[in-house]
């Protein structure tokens, strides 16, 4: 069992920043991947931000590339998503969350094929 605490989440204006946390605890080490989600109300989960367990490779979502980097400090057990150059199309829900199975191509946009998921953290972005 892997559980997942996000933290991090609030309002902010157009062009902001915000680094959302994600604390990750029990059995980490059969974790391949970790990644970041959003959801809006009536909406599917969206994957921002994948990072391979260990910071060996990282993934983005064209919509935020160049302005969401996803790292991890592997010694905290903290992963975490910088947000810059916020736009209010980035309000929602983010979700934290981690896999054991190995994924290929852009199989890691599916939330489908994540096992352990946080309570998730608000993201508000004003204009």
């Known amino acids: 069992q892997v559980q997942l605490v996000e933290s991090g989440g609030g309002s902010v204006e157009f062009g902001g920043s915000l680094r959302l946390s994600c604390t990750v605890s029990?059995?980490?080490?059969?974790?391949?991947?970790l990644a970041w989600f959003r959801q809006d109300p009536g909406m599917g989960r969206e994957g921002v931000a994948v990072?391979?367990?260990?910071?060996?490779?990282?993934e983005y979502v064209d919509s935020v590339k160049g302005r969401f980097t996803i790292s991890q400090d592997i010694a905290k057990n903290v992963v975490y998503l910088q947000m810059t150059s916020l736009k209010p199309e980035d309000t929602s829900m983010y979700y934290c969350?981690?896999?054991?199975?190995?994924?290929?191509?852009?199989?890691?946009?599916?939330?489908?094929?994540?096992?352990?998921w946080g309570q998730g953290t608000q993201v508000t972005v004003s204009s």
């Open positions: 969350a981690a896999t054991t199975r190995q994924l290929y191509g852009r199989d890691w946009l599916a939330f489908t094929y994540f096992e352990y």
């Open positions: 029990g059995d980490t080490s059969s974790t391949k991947y």
């Open positions: 990072i391979v367990n260990g910071g060996r490779g990282t």
